[in-house]
């Protein structure tokens, strides 16, 4: 019978997994259905588009010379053996957890693009009054959403103590 940490480390990875194939499904339905630079209105702030990012968060290092791609890739591969390490020593912290779990599929998503296509493919697009938010993807969506739990995770436990 499995350790009660192992069983908890095996339900965040498997969390993680979806995550993982929610974002490549996605990102397949994308590359089959528009080419680079399409745009399709969805509604009035929000669009689907077909972008494809060299660099990092906000494109940064986006025209660097090709050497980002194996730079990102192996951060991504080396934070996600980090937090598969934080998950198996505290599988019981829900919060803490599903904020790592949210982080290492959003990031193993974008690693599997660096890999496959040397770029990550972003899709969705939100704007409003002339502004445009950088497009993005479901990977990123998750990174952002665990971030946003790490902070409130730490906030609470600053608060208790």
Same mark, same amino acid.
């Given at each position: 019978m499995p350790s009660p940490s192992r069983a908890g480390l095996t339900q965040w990875l498997l969390i993680a997994a979806v995550i993982i194939l &929610?974002?490549?499904f996605t990102k397949v339905l994308i590359l089959g259905a528009f080419q680079l630079g399409?745009?399709?209105p969805v509604t009035s702030f929000f669009n689907l588009v077909r972008a494809h990012n060299y660099g990092a968060?906000?494109?940064? #290092?986006? %025209? &660097?010379s090709g050497w980002q791609r194996w730079f990102f890739l192996a951060l991504g591969?080396?934070?996600a053996a980090f937090i598969i390490y934080m998950l198996r /020593?505290? %599988? %019981?912290? #829900? #919060?803490?957890?599903?904020a790592l779990t949210l982080i290492l599929g959003g990031a193993l998503g974008n690693v599997i693009? /660096? &890999?496959i296509h040397g770029y990550v493919v972003d899709f969705i697009q939100v704007h409003a009054g002339g502004w445009y938010f950088p497009a993005f993807n479901v990977a990123d969506s998750a990174i952002t959403i665990g971030a946003i739990l790490l902070i409130l995770d730490e906030l609470r436990r600053v608060r208790r103590t």
């Open positions: &929610a974002d490549q399409d745009v399709h968060a906000f494109s940064f #290092l986006h %025209g &660097a591969l080396g934070a /020593r505290h %599988g %019981g912290q #829900l #919060l803490f957890c599903t693009d /660096r &890999a």
